[in-house]
């Protein structure tokens, strides 16, 4: 069996001919028309009015969409959007397209333009920057920590959240409300949500188990994430949930709770799956352009197919690398990368891509990771990661060591594990 994994912008063929291959991936169809799907959702929301009626007499909108890690086929879905505003009355020099980077750092204009697609000039276009002293504050979080937006999300007449929903590693699902909270929240809040990830409770610092991928109740950074988004909710909420290979194959629109509630369902439907029994080998990659272009981005498939991977199972792992860590702040952690170590530090000051770190150094102890890619071969060896440099010959060596063996292969899409 020869099989194709998204690497980059291109394809990674790997020969698994002589193994007994067992290839799983996600039952979603492929992706359909982006534009059209958002066209029938806009129209035909799932509770509520169309966009069309709701955009009415607003005076100014703020489309909040996802920044350059996130696959959103914003090209498609946003001339759709805007068409319902200018036929709601709604002037192009009163929409504000504003991408929500969390804590990711700007990309700048050029990188805008390939993610968003043309737009009209008078269509302002800004980057969400969560250090930002203008941010404006809504409420409070917590005791003693005020939330703050940005002043686009929270002074518009009427607010629209663009967003793919999709597994994420600690904070159950992506997309939804995260879009308003981290999407366009202020830093220190940022990282207090994200530190609940920690359980300080008991006498040793633990990762808390609700913190999972696939967990909205009882996962602490889920439950204020919605309860932040509530602070200041879209008027109306478009989410999408990808094709098996990309694109989009599901659109629904409406009031936020009840769209990322139906969203939730239809990815836990299509890219959950259930194996019997884990594998001691497996094969892997992260889909691709732009979720591997970083190993903050690209480690999350690494999570997924960790999952169907036995202790110290061997897993080829294909993902290009090629923007590095993704985040400067990443660094100190690859620099004493020792996983107890790493919680004593982020149980007296947390950072986000410590945890980051942490999790990653806890798969590679815990299985043997052969990693194919395009990062400096002693950072990935920093980190626990056996460098390769030709897979095929990697495969020789499983051949000649375990012939006739069952290969798990996650190659058409990250999938998970059902969640109970």
């Known amino acids: 069996m020869i099989v194709k994994l998204p690497f980059a912008t291109d394809r990674l063929a790997l020969d698994l001919r ?23 959702a806009l129209d035909e929301p799932l509770a509520g009015s169309a966009l069309v009626d709701i955009a009415r007499g607003r005076g100014s909108v703020t489309i909040i969409v996802p920044d350059a890690t996130r696959k959103a086929s914003l090209p498609e ?4 959007v805007i068409e319902r505003l200018q036929r709601a009355g709604i002037d192009d020099g009163a929409i504000t397209v504003l991408i929500a980077n969390g804590t990711h750092p700007a990309v700048g204009p050029e990188a805008i333009t390939s993610l968003v697609g043309p737009l009209p000039g008078s269509i302002r276009v800004i980057e969400h920057d969560s250090r930002d002293s203008e941010l404006v504050s809504v409420g409070d979080l917590r005791a003693g920590l005020p939330l703050r937006l940005h002043p686009s999300a929270v002074d518009c007449g009427c607010l629209i959240t663009v967003g793919t929903v999709r597994h ?17 929240g202020g830093y220190e809040e940022i990282q207090a949500n994200h530190g609940l990830v920690l359980d300080l409770s008991g006498d040793h610092v633990i990762r808390n188990p609700g913190c999972e991928p696939g967990v909205l109740d009882g996962n602490p950074v889920a439950e204020e994430i919605g309860r932040a988004a509530a602070f200041r909710p879209p008027d109306i909420a478009l989410c999408l949930v ?16 009840i769209v990322f509630e139906a969203a939730v369902a239809r990815v836990r439907t299509w890219f959950e799956v259930s194996l019997p029994e884990q594998f001691d080998l497996m094969v892997a990659c992260s889909g691709g352009s732009p979720t591997d ?6 480690h999350k498939g690494l999570d997924a197919a960790c999952r169907f991977l036995k202790p110290g199972g061997e897993l080829l792992w294909a993902a290009s690398l090629d923007g590095g860590l993704g985040s400067e702040e990443m660094a100190p952690f690859v620099d004493d990368p020792n996983p107890e170590s790493i919680l ?11 945890h980051t770190t942490l999790r990653i150094v806890e798969k590679t102890s815990r299985h043997r990771v052969r990693l194919y890619s395009r990062i400096a071969p002693d950072i990935a060896t920093r980190l626990g990661f056996e460098p390769v440099a030709d897979p095929e010959a990697l495969l020789g060596q499983w051949r000649d060591r375990h012939p006739g063996a069952r290969v798990g292969v996650m190659a058409t899409g990250t999938v998970f594990p059902r969640t109970p």
């Open 344 to 354: 004593a530090r982020l149980s007296t000051r947390w950072v986000q891509y410590g």
């Open 293 to 298: 272009s970083t190993l903050i981005q690209a």
């Open 18 to 40: 002589g193994f007994r291959v067992r290839a799983f991936g996600p039952s979603a169809p492929s992706g359909r028309d982006a534009g059209a799907l958002a066209s029938a």
């Open 168 to 184: 994420h590693y600690f904070a159950g699902f992506g997309g939804g409300p995260k879009m308003v909270f981290p999407g366009v």
């Open 242 to 257: 990808e094709g098996r290979e990309g694109g989009v194959a599901w659109a629904g629109a409406g009031p936020w709770g």
């Open 77 to 80: 879905v946003l001339p759709v």
